[in-house]
């Protein structure tokens, strides 16, 4: 036995903890929200309210508008990074699964890690102050991610 098993147990006790399964949670609940809000956004601007961008900067800049705008930022940038992390222990581990061992689905992992820990930087360098970070850029971040995605 050497002395990296008892490491990498606990490393593997830490990736299937209740902390990290509530820290995934709270990454769907900030993914959808992200989501719906630029839905709304899209449908306003669809029906003539043209105040704003159908895009995570527009929901972004919408989301800081509302009363308690800031601390929802900052829970919609912490639940994101939470995802991130549940997505890292299943690159580093594997997933839940018969083919969660599997290489591929292991990489497919890495990828997402690396989309949410971008996605949960840009929202908290928004909550930070840095507001410009999401505008007319993330469109086209959005269209390039996108064409990537539909490349893969």
Excluded: N
């Amino acid at each position: 036995m050497d002395a990296t098993t008892p490491i990498r147990r606990t490393a593997r006790q830490g990736a299937h903890s209740p902390a990290l399964r509530v820290a995934a949670r709270c990454g769907f609940v900030a993914r959808g929200v992200i989501y719906l809000l630029v839905g709304v956004l899209a449908l306003r601007i669809a029906f003539g309210d043209s105040g704003g961008q159908a895009d995570r900067g527009g929901a972004l800049a919408e989301v800081a508008t509302q009363p308690l705008g800031a601390p929802s930022l900052w829970a919609l940038g912490l639940g994101l990074a939470g995802m991130a992390l549940w997505r890292l222990s299943e690159a580093l581990f594997g997933a839940s699964g018969p083919d969660g061992h599997k290489p591929a689905q292991r990489l497919l992992a890495l990828g997402r890690f690396l989309f949410y820990t971008s996605v949960a930087f840009s929202v908290l360098a928004f909550a930070v102050g840095s507001k410009g970070d999401g505008s007319g850029a993330s469109d086209r971040q959005s269209r390039d991610a996108t064409a990537a995605a539909l490349e893969l």
